[in-house]
């Protein structure tokens, strides 16, 4: 397992999608919007050095792995925080409430994502860069479920034809997430397990924001803290 040499700061860098960029849900406006207390914002309270935020919103592991690449050849962290797995489990549900009954295929493979997940491990410390993992948050299955039918009966009816259950995301999402942990145990690559941290509450839910998948402010706060 990689060690970080003895510094009086350290370079950090955040590669992660939507969570990471800090994108929460305005409930009155109904709009995605930044929080300005987002996680990785209030890392710069907690850390002995320097925060660079390339997270985006849509990431998937494979923009995210390109975007990094770019980044590596301008800069040199000491450490990169890596968050995917969101985007990568998640479909395109227009296209299943349009045909409930064709097979249809996440946004990046299961075996893709585990393989570009350990190349990016893999490359890092290649570098002498220390990788860390952070699991993903539990997603709100009912609150998802509403937000991607977008309250159209019809197209609730089909998706859940297509699903089955609506605890299959949770599910699905989850199978992802066991593969963060086993990959970082199979690497010795050092991880962060946010989800624990949710799940750790009464209601883990209170921690979320109405879409279901995006943690809100408190959410935020709790994997700053973590």
Same mark, same amino acid.
């Given at each position: 397992?990689?060690?970080?040499n ?9 590669c ?14 109904n ?9 990785t ?5 907690y850390l002995?050095g320097?925060?660079k935020?390339i997270? &985006?919103?849509?990431?998937? *592991?494979? =923009? /995210?792995?390109?975007?990094?690449a770019r980044?590596l ?5 000491? @450490?990169?925080?890596?968050e995917?797995g ?27 994502f585990?393989?570009?997940l ?10 002498n860069?220390?990788p ?5 948050p539990?997603?709100?299955?009912d &609150?998802?479920?509403?937000w *991607?039918? =977008? /309250? ?13 259950s @609506?605890?299959k995301?949770?599910?699905w999402?989850?199978k ?14 050092k991880i962060?397990?946010?989800?624990s941290?949710f ?26 803290k973590?």
């Amino acid at each position: 397992m990689e060690m970080l040499n003895i510094k009086e700061s350290y370079n950090f860098l955040v590669c992660g999608d939507s969570i990471s960029r800090g994108v929460v849900l305005d409930k009155i406006k109904n709009k995605y919007v930044l929080l300005r207390d987002s996680y990785t914002n209030l890392l710069n309270g907690y850390l002995k050095g320097t925060v660079k935020n390339i997270s &985006k919103f849509g990431s998937t *592991i494979l =923009k /995210g792995k390109d975007r990094l690449a770019r980044e590596l050849d301008k800069t040199s962290p000491d @450490v990169v925080l890596i968050e995917f797995g969101g985007n990568d489990c998640d479909f395109n549900w227009d296209e299943v409430a349009q045909d409930p009954y064709k097979d249809h295929a996440p946004n990046t493979d299961f075996n893709v994502f585990k393989e570009t997940l350990k190349d990016l491990i893999d490359s890092l410390k290649k570098a002498n860069i220390v990788p860390v993992l952070l699991t993903l948050p539990p997603l709100d299955a009912d &609150k998802y479920f509403n937000w *991607i039918s =977008k /309250g159209n009966k019809e197209m609730a009816k089909n998706i859940l034809t297509w699903l089955g259950s @609506v605890t299959k995301i949770y599910w699905w999402q989850e199978k992802y997430n066991s593969a963060i942990l086993s990959i970082a145990s199979s690497t010795e690559t050092k991880i962060i397990d946010i989800r624990s941290t949710f799940l750790d509450r009464p209601d883990y839910r209170k921690l979320i924001c109405e879409d279901g998948i995006h943690p809100n402010k408190e959410g935020h706060r709790a994997i700053a803290k973590r």
